[in-house]
C-alpha cells in the first residue's frame, strides 16, 4: 500500500468515527434535551394547575363576592342618607318652631352624618364598578365572556342622552 492511499484509508475511518461520535453525542443531547424539556413540561404544568389556577379562581370569587357586597352596602348607606337628610330638614324646621338650641345642633349633626352616609355610599359604589372591571379583566384574560357593567347614569347624563336623541333624530328627518 502506499503512503498516498494509506493516509486516505486513515482518514476515512477518522471520519467515520467522528461522525459515529457525533451521532452519539447528538442522540445523547437530544435526549438530555428531551428529558429537560420533558421535567420543564410537568413542572410548568404543575405551577398552573398546582399555583396559578388556584389562585384565578379565588381572585374571580372574591371579586366577584367583594362586588355584590360593594354594590348593597351602597345602597344601603345611599337610603339612610336620605332618611338623615329627611330627619335632619324636619329637625331644621322644629327648632323655629320650639327655639331649642339643642334641636338646632341635632339638625346640623344629622345633616353632617347624612352627607358622611352619601359619601360612603359613593365609595361604595365606586369600589363595587372598581372591582366588576378588575373581574371582567381577569376573565378577558381567561378568554371568557365579560360581565355586563350596570352603569347607572346621574340625571344629567339622562338628560344629555335625551338631547343628544332628540338631535340625531332631527338630523335624520332633515336628511330624509
Same mark, same amino acid.
Given at each position: ?6 493516509? +486516505?484509508?486513515? &482518514? +476515512? #475511518?477518522? *471520519?467515520?468515527?467522528?461522525?459515529? %461520535?457525533?451521532?452519539? %453525542? ?6 438530555? &434535551?428531551? *428529558? ?6 410537568? #413542572?410548568? /404544568? ?14 374571580? *370569587? &372574591? /371579586? ?12 344601603? @348607606? ?6 338623615? &337628610? ?19 345642633? /341635632?339638625?346640623? @349633626? %344629622?345633616?353632617?352624618?347624612?352627607? #358622611? @352616609? ?16 378588575? /373581574?371582567?379583566?381577569? @376573565? ?30 332631527? *338630523? ?5
Amino acid at each position: 500500500m502506499s503512503n498516498n492511499s494509506l493516509n +486516505t484509508t486513515t &482518514t +476515512t #475511518m477518522s *471520519n467515520e468515527m467522528s461522525n459515529e %461520535t457525533s451521532n452519539e %453525542t447528538n442522540d445523547n443531547v437530544s435526549k438530555l &434535551t428531551n *428529558n429537560e424539556s420533558s421535567a420543564y413540561y410537568k #413542572m410548568r /404544568l404543575r405551577i398552573i394547575n398546582d399555583v396559578i389556577v388556584p389562585y384565578l379562581e379565588n381572585e374571580a *370569587n &372574591t /371579586l366577584s363576592r367583594w362586588t355584590t357586597r360593594c354594590d348593597g352596602i351602597g345602597n344601603y @348607606l345611599s337610603v339612610f342618607s336620605k332618611l338623615f &337628610t329627611g330627619a335632619s330638614s324636619v329637625i331644621a324646621y322644629s327648632v323655629v318652631f320650639y327655639d331649642d338650641r339643642n334641636l338646632a345642633f /341635632l339638625a346640623g @349633626l %344629622t345633616g353632617t352624618i347624612a352627607l #358622611m @352616609l352619601n359619601q360612603l355610599s359613593s365609595y361604595a359604589k365606586k369600589e363595587s364598578h372598581n372591582r366588576i372591571t378588575l /373581574l371582567n379583566n381577569l @376573565l378577558t384574560y381567561l378568554k371568557i365572556s365579560d360581565i355586563p357593567v350596570q352603569i347607572e347614569p346621574n340625571r344629567d347624563d339622562k338628560i344629555m342622552i335625551d338631547d343628544i336623541n332628540y338631535i340625531s333624530n332631527y *338630523n335624520n328627518s332633515v336628511n330624509v
